[in-house]
């Protein structure tokens, strides 16, 4: 079975500092993994993926993440915080032969001004 | 394009009413899903359809029915509401791509009280 751990409920962190929020798998096989961000009362945007490749992907507003294979992590990353990144985010999971996602608990980021 | 679209936004039902949530799609995906958020809990896949014409159960289908109408549309029918199933309900399509699934769109969602 498929899982995804988000440890942090909440990362709090200063406008221009970097972020990390972070996220572990447990799939068989190949992985595909996501990043979503949701923003109050809204749906959820997707902001990045590894599929294959690159161990760093870089994604939508400056946003980036390191897939990590033998600490079955991807977490996500950005080198300087803005207030409007404050919002909820959702680590997601696959199996490369299978088409549901499994999705973490999600993380409330807040920055600080 | 209007990517995902979900009616309605928001519905207020009695316990033992039914309703149908509506969701369609202009992306030309072939596979669609219905999930709940429930605060603390995620995103759980309630049920999808791969394909047209095919539908399968997720995580939490219980007091959940679905039906893929035709390739844009995939609806979720709770047949006797519970104030279990107060919950936000998001839609979702995605697809195929050079044999690798790509991302999943996502509806804005439709925010559902069972009283």
């Known amino acids: 079975a498929q899982s995804v751990a988000q440890p942090e409920d909440q990362v709090n962190v200063a406008e221009g500092n970097p972020l990390t929020v972070k996220c572990t798998y447990s799939?068989?096989?190949?992985?595909?993994l996501f990043w979503y961000v949701q923003y109050p009362n809204r749906g959820l945007q997707f902001l990045l993926k590894?599929?294959?490749?690159?161990?760093l992907v870089k994604g939508s507003y400056g946003f980036e993440a390191e897939f990590n294979k033998s600490q079955t992590s991807f977490h996500l990353k950005k080198p300087s915080a803005l207030v409007s990144d404050s919002a909820l985010y959702f680590c997601?999971?696959?199996?490369?032969?299978?088409?549901?996602?499994?999705f973490g608990k999600g993380t409330m980021l807040l920055v600080s001004p | 394009n209007a990517g995902v679209t979900q009616t309605p936004k928001f519905q207020v039902l009695k316990t033992g009413q039914s309703m149908t949530l509506q969701c369609a799609q202009d992306?030309?995906?072939?596979?669609m899903y219905w999930y709940r958020q429930d605060p603390g809990m995620g995103l759980r896949l309630i049920y999808y359809?791969?394909?047209?014409?095919?539908?399968d159960k997720g995580e939490v289908p219980n007091g959940y029915n679905v039906s893929r109408l035709n390739k844009r549309e995939f609806s979720l029918r709770l047949e006797s509401a519970a104030p279990s199933q107060t919950s936000v309900y998001f839609c979702?399509?995605?697809?195929?791509?050079?044999?690798?699934?790509?991302?999943?769109?996502f509806g804005p969602g439709t925010r559902l009280t069972v009283l």
């Open positions: 979702a399509s995605s697809e195929i791509l050079a044999g690798r699934w790509n991302e999943q769109f």
């Open positions: 799939v068989s096989g190949n992985p595909y």
């Open positions: 590894y599929i294959t490749g690159d161990n």
């Open positions: 997601a999971a696959m199996n490369s032969g299978y088409s549901t996602l499994t």
């Open positions: 992306m030309n995906h072939n596979s």
């Open positions: 359809s791969a394909s047209e014409g095919t539908t």
